[in-house]
């Protein structure tokens, strides 16, 4: 039962450029987490934003989140090449921690 | 340690066969969660353990038997499955059981043949 939705599905682009993901759900929520995920393998937490919470930093990712709008953005500045990857956004509702569609990254040097 | 070991890493199995998937973890969670993901799809959640108790079952189907002998160790039993069973069977913790974030091993490949 997949809750948030991402766009875009695919995004291409150079090192150095910034690269933005969003997502968006449908019921209330305790936070929203974001996730990386190399070659299908396991999934590696980034960042954690409260549903009390606007905006959170870490190193170069940015997280906003807007529950008016049910919606929450991840930019990553500054790409490298090493940041390609899936990733995806997971909201949390009592003990349920569900996972959006995902964003494939591929940053290209 | 901060790890959540998941084996095997690779399973080929009969539609006859009965196997079981292992996690295990030393964070002191007190949540531990199993996922289904396909090629190229998001996980889906199937089973959420809060305190050893069985708390969510997203309507899976008999075949696959969650198991929580104690607060470290996960365990998921399966029989009979099918072909379309086949995917990467992730298990995931969390210190809270309602809100903090998930550690997840690196998966069993499983194929069902």
């Known amino acids: 039962s997949q809750q948030g939705e991402e766009d875009p599905q695919a995004l291409s682009i150079q090192e150095g450029e910034n690269a933005t993901m969003n997502c968006s759900y449908k019921?209330?929520?305790?936070?929203l987490q974001w996730y990386r995920q190399n070659s299908g393998r396991g999934l590696v937490h980034l960042i954690l934003i409260r549903s009390n919470e606007r905006e959170k930093h870490s190193g170069r990712l940015r997280v906003t989140l807007d529950t008016s709008k049910k919606s929450s953005s991840l930019l990553i500045t500054a790409s490298r090449a090493a940041d390609t990857a899936s990733y995806f956004c997971?909201?949390?509702?009592?003990?349920?921690?569900?996972f959006g569609k995902g964003t494939t990254l591929s940053v290209s040097s | 340690d901060t790890e959540v070991t998941q084996t095997p890493k690779h399973l080929v199995m009969g539609m006859t066969n009965k196997k079981s998937l292992k996690c295990e973890q030393h964070?002191?969670?007190?949540?531990m969660y199993w996922y289904k993901q396909k090629a190229k799809k998001p996980p889906e959640l199937m089973f959420v353990?809060?305190?050893?108790?069985?708390?969510i079952n997203e309507s899976v189907p008999s075949r696959f038997s969650p198991e929580c002998p104690n607060s470290s160790l996960l365990n998921l039993h399966l029989h009979a499955l099918q072909p379309e069973d086949s995917a990467l069977y992730l298990c995931a913790s969390s210190q809270d059981p309602a809100g903090t974030e998930a550690f997840f091993g690196q998966g069993t490949r499983l194929t069902v043949v």
């Open positions: 997971a909201t949390q509702a009592g003990t349920a921690l569900i």
């Open positions: 353990y809060s305190y050893e108790k069985l708390s």
């Open positions: 019921t209330s929520i305790n936070n």
């Open positions: 964070m002191g969670h007190r949540a």
